[in-house]
Each structure stands twice: as C-alpha cells, then as structure tokens.
C-alpha cells in the first residue's frame, strides 16, 4: 500500500513543495506539490529524484567511531562520548579558538542547521568559524552591513512584477536561483519576457539563462565592478539618478558621484571588452523602465572586486529609485522574522572586529575566510594557538575550498574531528567521528534562511514524511547533544539546549518595548508553545513573536505553529512590499551610499582599469543534476551532459591544438589536474571552464558510485591566496591558468 506525504524539497534554495509517494518507509515517486502555495507544482530533476537521494546506499546509518586508526561502526551513545572526550582536553587545554567550526551549505536546507550552530557557537565562544558564505555570497553579506547596517537585509528582484531584469553572474536556468528564492525561476523569467518586460544577462558564458535574454553581454571576467561603476556613472553624467521615493533615506550621493567619476563608460570598456556605447544604453534602460532590478549572484561575488561589485549592484537599484518599490529590488518580511523594531539607528555594521592568526585577515559576519582554515591548523606562529580540533557541520571544504591537497593534510594533523554528515566523502574521511543525520524523508523541513530571500512572502513547514527509522537520531537531536558534549555538559537531556534557547529568547522579548509582549511572564509564554519537538516548539515561539505571529494570544489571527499545520500546503503573505526606512539598521538610520570601507576600496578598483589577463582565465559551471559536491552519488542525476569537463572556446582549442574530447592538463597557482576537453562556443574566447565539487578519488570514501566517474578537483588550481580583501571571499571565478594538452 503507498500514501502520499508532503515534503519542502531542500536541493536548491528554489524550496518547492513536493509530494512524494511513500510504500512502506520508502520514497518511491516525488512529484510538484500543485496546490503548495508558493512552488504550485514545480519541480526540477533533482526534486524528481528525492527518493533515490534519499535513500542512497551509501549514506550512513550508524555513527562511526576511529578506533586503532580505523573509522568503525558504533553506538550514539559511544560516539557522544569520543566527542566529549576528543573536544574537551582541546578547549581546555588550549582554549575556546583552538576548536574551530566549519558550516557548509546544507545547514540552509535543514531546521537542525539554522536552529543549533548559533547555540553551539555562543557556547563554545570561538573565533574560529569558517562556513561556505566566504566561498560563495559573503561579499554580498558586507555590502548590505555597509549600505544598510545590516548584513541579513538582502534586496530580492521582484521577479513576477519587474518590466527590467538585469541579471549578472547568475545562471538560474541550472541552480534555479540564489539568494532569490522562486520556485520556477525559468517560468517566472519567461513571464518577464510575456509580459513585454526585458531580461539582459551579464556572463562570460552563453548559458541557457542568457540564451532567453534579450541581449547577453560576454564579459570579461572579474569586471563587473568596473561595468556597474560606469553604469552609475552614466546615471550622474547623464542626468538619470533619481531616488524617488527612497530621498529621504539615502545619505551620500555627492560623495558618491564624485567617487566613481574616473569610471567612465571608455575608461572600463576595455578590461570589461564591453564597448562604451553599450555600457550607457545599459545604464539609460534601467533607468528608462517603468521598473527595474539588478541581480547579481555568484559570478559577481567569487571575484577579486566581489563586495564592491555587490555594493554597486544596490547602489544602481537605489540610483534608479528601484529599491524598496514593486517591481524594483525589496527586502522581504519572513514569517520568523524578528519582531520588528522602530525605525531609527541602529548600531551598525563592525568589520574586522578580529583577524585570523596567520594572514591577519579580517573577520567577516564573525567569519574568517574558509580560504584561511588549512593554514589555521597547519601553520605554526607566535600568536595565539592553532586550530587542533574541528567540528565539521554539513560541510565538504575538501572540494568546495581552495587547495584541498593541504586541507586533506592539514586535517590529518588535528588532534580531533568530528562530522556530521550523511556520507564519508572527502573531508568526513579525516573524522575521529561521524555523525549521520537521517535522510530528508525522516526531517521536518522549514525554510529558515530562504524564506527571508524569497520573492514572494510565504510560510511553509512540512513534518517528517516517514517516521525515523530505528537506530536513527534526529540531526536537531545530534547537534543538541553535540553541542552539550563540547561545552562540558556531555550526557545532559538534549531537551535542555532547546529549553535554554526558549528562556533566552523570551526573557529578551519580554523586556522590549516594541515586542508584542512586552512585560509579560516569559515563564507563562513558554508554558503556551505548541509542538512534538524541541524544534517544534522554538518554530512555535519564533512565528508567534514574529511579525505575522499571534503575540501569544495579542492577535488571535496571528501566525501560530498549530495553524501552520493546518495550512499543508502553506499560508501565502502577499507580494514583496516596501519596508523603508523599517530595516535599516546603519548609525545614521540611512542608506549609506559610500561607506568608509568602500571608499578605501576603489584604488583597487581603479587599477583594474588597466589590468587585462595576459592568458586564458577560468570560470565555474553548475549543472541542473548536480548540486555542489554531495549528489555525484546519485546514478539517476550523473551523465549525459553533467561531466566534469573542461570547456573551451574554438579558437583557443585551434590555437593551443586541443581537440574535443582530448584530456588537457590544467595548471593554476594551487596545482594542476587534467580532465577531458569539450570545444564550445558556449564560452567566450580567453575564458575556459570547469565545474566544481568533483574529485571524488581519494581513498577512504564510501561513494561508490561517485567513484566510478570522479571528475577533477577545480579547487585544487586555487592556493587560496587570492580573496575579496572586504569579504574575504575566495576568487573562484577568473583565476589565471595555463592550458597544455595531455600525454
Ligand atoms: N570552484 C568553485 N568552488 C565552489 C563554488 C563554485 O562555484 N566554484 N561554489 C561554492 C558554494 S556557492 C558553496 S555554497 C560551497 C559549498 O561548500 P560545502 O558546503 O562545503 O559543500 P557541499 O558540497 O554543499 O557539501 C555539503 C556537505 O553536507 C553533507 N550533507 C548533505 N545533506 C546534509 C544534511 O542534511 N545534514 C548534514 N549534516 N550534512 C548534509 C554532504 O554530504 C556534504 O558533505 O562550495 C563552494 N565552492
Ligand atoms: N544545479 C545546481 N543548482 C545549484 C547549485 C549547484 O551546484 N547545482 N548550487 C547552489 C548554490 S550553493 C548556489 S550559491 C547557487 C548559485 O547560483 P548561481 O549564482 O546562479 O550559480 P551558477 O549557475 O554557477 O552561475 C554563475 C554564473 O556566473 C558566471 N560567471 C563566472 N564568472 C563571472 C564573472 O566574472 N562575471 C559574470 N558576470 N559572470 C561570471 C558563470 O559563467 C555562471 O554562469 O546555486 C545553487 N543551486
Ligand atoms: S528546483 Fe530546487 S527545490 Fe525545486 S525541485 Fe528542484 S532541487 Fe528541489
Ligand atoms: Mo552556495
């Protein structure tokens, strides 16, 4: 007999709602959950396989323990207890820094993720935090700090009513979006398009993405900055800035102006190959359309000039007057928001409030860069103690960092490690313990992080679709017992860590004035939350403090978790709607425009006017089937065109005598690999590519079918020197190579 359950697909930051056909505890079918309120139906090719990545063979289902050099089978209570005694000698002898935490993607796919790491963070107090944000979107994390004075407040394309999208460095044709939640991203692009609206793409690539653009620009890499620079340029110059509506909130527009006047359409049109004339029609578009957004996403970010291309990015939306109206770029308003406060200023956006030990870079969002993490525990300085103990959460940096030949040696070095992780893969393979959490039938899922991105308001959570298998524990479960095992309190009831955050939690909202309650028992409140769970219940709490919430009975139609529950498919909360001057959080209460930081960074920008790569430069790829490094497991979503090969543009195939399906050896900076050519044209001249999270050949992993076609580490050509300095971001995208076929 099979039945049916509903399930938030947490593959991509697209968030559909999925039904997925279950016999027994199986999953054996996923389809478009058509009445969810958000997704309506859609679903992509990895959706499609829930079942098969859920129940990979693979994945573990015990925790395993290293016992005489060996990763082996053992019980939770054993591995809790290797935790405790792996961890605590380290914080105690060396102290809180010398355990470092690594946070990878997925924690914004699962409710154990977004709930637990801050618990285990402001437990431990170390400094040392690495997380896949420096690899990926932190530039855009410290623009938002700088402009707005808060780093989370993120402006999102109103997709489904913009008459103007200029999309940059993004190929949501493949990754289905980012940092912009929309579901059915294609569809809404080609409802643009329907509606008479205008989508110009910004790659080095023709990707699918480009190929619905109206026009697509083939940038150089890396020059962004220099193109968006002189579309704000041509704003002043040509008399189109126009804040509208946003005048009242913006400060810094002449200092603005008079920062970026050497970034003339002629002066970047060169290291940009964009010619003049193109760059101002750009810019007289965007300002002509009755409304426009700018969206720019990786490509943008993983650059040497990421945070000043991010700052520019909202900058043109502010120029423009799109910010913060419909049609323009908005902040969304997320159900388990916090309770807003009123507008005024706020404290503002610290940077470098501490540095890494070795290369004294910056911290960033209390971030230091994943590029610094294998010098953190290899290297030995005079200052401060090493990394010698790390906690690894859903995080592959063997493959997603640069360098991952001195990460594998750096963390056969620690005096401890413990993941948690589903799969013994390239990084978890170093562990003393691995913790598997269940696959995603057996966890509830909500949309913590994407709701706050997403381009419509929505609140959706689906419970677990088949009961946790015997022998499993829930990954909210793993972490509260981790995180009590690495602050001293190891065999304690789990349920304490979720009790703690709820007396936290509501003992602070009790003494704001603008919480809805203000001066009430916080003891009371916590006796009124509703659910089966620790997580449950802080879900529970955080909707009803929330802007939409009841107030614990202040708004009797407020959000509550049992009324979620009653809504399977979700509750919709409009469309994005403007909340100037509300979110603002800068000393000043405005949008700050050219932020100290910023100005101290256009020097580097304006050198960039001269630079022109004397070689071929590399860029990344993602593929539809694929996601990062964790699903070249799954046969259902490998082959065909999801390879991991090196594209090259025909005349430089021509030119260096590389033929189509020959295996070429690639060398950057960090090393070399070699993987088979495919001659497109799909990338321009001067620019080859490679996708990342491949690599899978090392010994010790248990990816069978990952295995059989490992693909080549990208990273591998990083040796991670080259960052973002603001953001400390890596460079992944543009980085110098040299290109010989193989023998
Ligand atoms: N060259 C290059 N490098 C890149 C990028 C690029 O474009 N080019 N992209 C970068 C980006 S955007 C990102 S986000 C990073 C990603 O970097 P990472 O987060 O380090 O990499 P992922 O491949 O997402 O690995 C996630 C890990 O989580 C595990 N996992 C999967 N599901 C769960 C779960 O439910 N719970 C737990 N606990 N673990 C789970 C997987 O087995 C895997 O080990 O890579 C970056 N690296
Ligand atoms: N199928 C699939 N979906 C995914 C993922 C995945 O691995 N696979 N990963 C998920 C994650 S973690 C993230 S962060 C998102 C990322 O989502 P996107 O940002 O949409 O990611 P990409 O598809 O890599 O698109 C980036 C584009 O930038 C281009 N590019 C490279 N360098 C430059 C440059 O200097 N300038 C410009 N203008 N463009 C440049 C590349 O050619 C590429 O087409 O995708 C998510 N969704
Ligand atoms: S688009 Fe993303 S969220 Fe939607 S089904 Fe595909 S992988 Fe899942
Ligand atoms: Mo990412």
């Not at 573990?60 to 089978?73: K, S, W």
């Not at 700090?145 to 407040?153: E, K, S, T, V």
């Not at 083939?218 to 002043?236: E, K, S």
């Not at 706020?346 to 590029?371: M, N, T």
């Amino acid at each position: 007999m099979s039945r049916t359950a509903l399930r938030i697909c947490p593959l991509c930051e697209a968030t559909c709602g999925l039904t997925l056909t279950i016999e027994g505890t199986r999953v054996t079918g996923a389809r478009g959950d058509r009445e969810d309120v958000f997704s309506k139906g859609f679903i992509c090719p990895k959706g499609a396989s829930f079942g098969a990545v859920d129940s990979d063979p693979d994945r573990l289902r015990t925790p395993l323990v290293r016992r005489d050099g060996e990763l082996r089978e053992a019980t939770w209570e054993e591995a809790f207890d290797a935790v405790a005694a792996g961890l605590r000698p380290v914080v105690e002898g060396h102290g809180a820094d010398s355990v470092g935490v690594v946070l990878g993607n997925p924690n914004v796919h699962t409710v154990a993720g977004a709930l637990y790491p801050p618990v285990l963070l402001a437990g431990l107090r170390t400094r040392s935090l690495f997380t896949a944000s420096t690899v990926d979107q932190m530039p855009k994390h410290v623009s938002s700090g700088l402009l707005f004075g808060d780093a989370n407040a993120i402006p999102v394309p109103d997709l489904d009513h913009t008459d103007h999208l200029l999309l940059i460095g993004a190929n949501p044709l493949e990754s289905n979006g980012s940092l912009c939640t929309a579901p059915d991203f294609p569809g809404r692009l080609k409802a643009l398009k329907a509606r008479g609206g205008r989508l110009t793409v910004v790659d080095p690539r023709r990707t699918r993405t480009a190929r619905l653009a109206d026009r697509h620009l083939a940038i150089r890499p890396g020059a962004d900055a220099l193109l968006l620079a002189a579309m704000a340029h041509t704003l002043f110059a040509e008399d189109l800035a126009d804040l509208a509506h946003l005048a009242p909130h913006v400060q810094g527009l002449d200092e603005l102006r008079e920062s970026i006047r050497d970034f003339t359409p002629e002066a970047v049109a060169g290291a940009c190959d964009i010619d003049a004339p193109t760059i101002r029609s750009l810019a007289r578009e965007l300002a002509a359309a009755p409304t426009a957004a700018v969206y720019a996403r990786i490509g943008s970010c993983t650059v040497p000039h990421g945070t000043l291309a991010s700052w520019l990015v909202d900058v043109l939306n502010v120029l423009t007057g799109n910010l913060d109206r419909p049609g323009g770029a908005l902040f969304p308003q997320a159900a388990t928001d916090r309770t807003p406060r009123p507008a005024g200023p706020g404290r503002g956006f610290g940077l470098g409030r501490w540095h890494s030990r070795v290369r004294h870079l910056p911290e960033a969002k209390g971030e230091l860069p994943l590029s610094a993490l294998a010098e953190e525990i290899d290297t030995v300085t005079d200052q401060g103690e090493p990394v010698r103990a790390l906690i690894v959460v859903a995080a592959n940096p063997v493959l997603s960092a640069p360098d991952g030949d001195r990460l594998d040696k750096a963390l056969d070095s620690l005096d401890f490690m413990v993941s948690v992780d589903p799969y013994l893969n390239e990084t978890s393979r170093h562990a003393d313990v691995v913790l598997p959490p269940p696959p995603p039938s057996q966890s509830p899922h909500h949309d913590f992080a994407f709701n706050t991105l997403a381009v419509r308001n929505q609140v959706r959570y689906t419970r677990p679709a088949v009961p946790l298998e015997p022998g499993r524990m829930a990954e909210s479960e793993i972490l509260a017992r981790l995180i009590l095992a690495a602050t001293g309190m190891h065999g304690a009831d789990p349920a304490a860590v979720d009790a703690m955050v709820v007396d936290q939690a509501l003992g602070k909202a009790v003494q704001e004035k603008h919480s809805p309650v203000y001066g009430r028992d916080p003891k009371e409140l916590a006796g009124q939350l509703t659910g089966e769970s620790g997580p449950e219940r802080r879900l529970d709490m955080m909707l009803r403090l929330g802007p939409y919430g009841d107030g614990f009975g202040v708004r009797p139609d407020g959000l509550t978790l049992a009324r979620l529950l009653a809504h399977p498919h979700g509750i919709d909360l409009g469309p994005l709607r403007p909340r100037l001057p509300q979110p603002l959080k800068t000393r000043s209460g405005k949008v700050e425009l050219l932020p100290e930081p910023i100005a101290a960074d256009l020097p580097r920008l304006r050198q960039a006017l001269r630079e022109r790569p004397a070689g071929l430069v590399l860029v990344g790829r993602r593929h539809l089937r694929s996601n990062n490094s964790w699903m070249h497991n799954v046969p259902a979503l490998t082959g065909g065109s999801n390879r991991c090969t090196l594209h090259i543009h025909p005349e430089d195939a021509a030119r260096l005598g590389v033929r189509d399906g020959a295996d070429v050896r690639v060398k950057g900076a960090g090393g070399e690999v070699v993987a088979p050519a495919e001659v497109t044209d799909a990338v321009r001249p001067g620019v080859v590519s490679l996708p990342h999270g491949w690599g899978h050949d090392r010994p010790g992993t248990r990816l069978g079918h990952a295995a059989t076609a490992p693909g080549v580490n990208v990273n591998q050509l990083l040796d991670g020197s080259l960052l973002d300095p603001l953001s400390g971001n890596a460079v992944l995208n543009g980085i110098p190579v040299q290109l010989a076929a193989s023998l």
